[in-house]
């Protein structure tokens, strides 16, 4: 089983960008999908993107449609979320997940494991 710790949030005005990273450790991450979720304060989690293992499917949330990347580099044991044209309504703390499978899934009850999240906050 992957253990995982996401990087790279912190404060940025909003129509920047920030990149998270998510570093996952064990040698089977290749066989894993990966997904990043966030949660507002006050809301419920919520699906951003996700990924396959192979790279070659991704999915996005409408609200980040066009905005974020989702994208990973199996040989460094790594996921990332890209984030351009950040809005206030995107701070969260967003947290990076694993499912084993063959597919992205939206449902979170279907990732086993997660990280401990990263605050993202975007000013006005």
């Known amino acids: 089983q992957v253990q995982l710790v996401e990087s790279g949030g912190g404060l940025v005005q909003a129509g920047g960008s920030l990149r998270l990273s998510c570093a996952a450790s064990?040698?089977?991450?290749?066989?894993?999908?990966m997904a990043w979720f966030r949660q507002a304060p006050g809301k419920e989690r919520e699906f951003v993107g996700g990924?396959?293992?192979?790279?070659?499917?991704?999915d996005y949330a409408d609200s980040v449609k066009g905005r974020f990347t989702i994208s990973r580099d199996n040989a460094k044991n790594t996921v990332y979320l890209q984030m351009n044209s950040l809005k206030p309504e995107d701070t969260a703390v967003y947290f990076c997940?694993?499912?084993?499978?063959?597919?992205?899934?939206?449902?979170?009850?279907?990732?086993?494991?997660w990280g401990q999240g990263t605050h993202v906050t975007v000013s006005l």
């Open positions: 064990g040698r089977t991450f290749i066989y894993y999908n």
């Open positions: 990924i396959n293992w192979s790279s070659d499917n991704t």
């Open positions: 997940a694993a499912r084993s499978g063959t597919r992205v899934s939206r449902n979170q009850l279907e990732y086993a494991t």
